[in-house]
């Protein structure tokens, strides 16, 4: 019983951080003091930003990434800033799939919601069998791919009782 509560405060803390995460992506609608300079980085931002991906897609790319059958050399695609992260860690992918399995965590996306060069996802997620607590899956854009937000797998790592040196 102690596990499951610890697992679900995990997930509770887990979204907590996602939405803390996702904040900072905000807007804070002040004018710009040099309005073609903010024109020309939104175009640039906008020429970089891949399409919304579906629902589906974002389920098979979370499928994909948790699967252990699938290289991590692959999977290090789905991860803000994946290569620098597996540099300072090479098991951080492995990490974080071992304790989504020990854990036997599920998660299934509901919905998207594009936030300019960002994604928020909203997500069940269960624990151990558990009943689904609704979580946000940040995704950024970057590489003209949406990955998943580097920061929000480092806080599943630490919630999931792991630690990598790429989350410092």
């Not at 071992?98 to 998207?112: E, F, L, R």
């Not at 995704?139 to 410092?168: E, M, T």
Request: charged letters at 15%; proline letters at 6%.
């Amino acid at each position: 019983m102690k596990l499951h509560m610890i697992g679900r405060l995990g997930v509770a803390a887990l979204a907590g951080a996602s939405v803390l995460a996702l904040a900072g992506c905000g807007s804070d609608d002040k004018p710009a003091t040099k309005a073609k300079t903010t024109t020309t980085t939104k175009a640039t931002a906008a020429a970089n930003t891949p399409p919304v991906p579906t629902v589906a897609e974002l389920n098979q790319e979370l499928t994909d990434t948790l699967n252990p059958a699938v290289p991590d050399a692959q999977k290090v695609a789905n991860f803000e800033d994946g290569e620098a992260a597996l540099a300072k860690d090479p098991e951080m992918i492995s990490k974080l799939v071992t304790a989504y399995q020990q854990n036997n965590v599920t998660i299934q996306v509901t919905d998207v919601t594009s936030l300019g060069d960002a994604l928020s996802a909203s997500a069940n997620v269960s624990i151990n069998g558990g009943a689904p607590s609704v979580v946000t899956v940040p995704f950024v854009a970057q590489d003209g791919k949406w990955k998943l937000q580097k920061a929000w797998a480092c806080a599943g790592l630490q919630n999931l009782g792991q630690a990598s040196p790429a989350c410092d």
